[in-house]
């Protein structure tokens, strides 16, 4: 039986990164999805991953950036390749469409994770 959870993480005003999450002090959760708030400045998510919560690299899937179009009020799926579960810190990115630049967020966001138990 699969289990899921959520988990809030948020982008402050002016940025481009929400906060993170440490997967492994969270039984070992792998994300699935991302349901986006009703108010969205137009961005791109990028899926970013650290070992120490310090360091961020951007995640690749079959040589590319995990980077999904988002809109307002809408739920983005991942698949498995795209998030490994033996990835600890994670955090989401605004990117410009199509793009690698940031796109800050006009006022604080806060974004929805989808988590599944893995274990």
């Known amino acids: 039986m699969l289990d899921f959870y959520t988990k809030d993480v948020v982008i402050a005003s002016g940025a481009s990164n929400s906060t993170s999450v440490d997967l492994a002090s969270m039984n070992s959760l792998q994300l699935v999805g991302v349901v986006t708030p009703g108010v969205w400045t137009a961005a791109d ?50 990117i410009v469409a199509s793009g690698t630049a940031a796109a800050n967020q006009a006022a604080e966001r806060t974004l929805i994770l989808i988590l599944r138990s893995v274990t």
């Open 45 to 94: 998510i990028k899926l970013q991953h650290s070992l120490d919560d310090a360091t961020w690299t951007d995640v690749t899937s079959a040589g590319s950036d995990v980077q999904k179009a988002a809109l307002a009020n809408e739920t983005i799926v991942f698949t498995t390749g795209e998030t490994r579960p033996c990835i600890r810190y994670i955090r989401l990115a605004s």
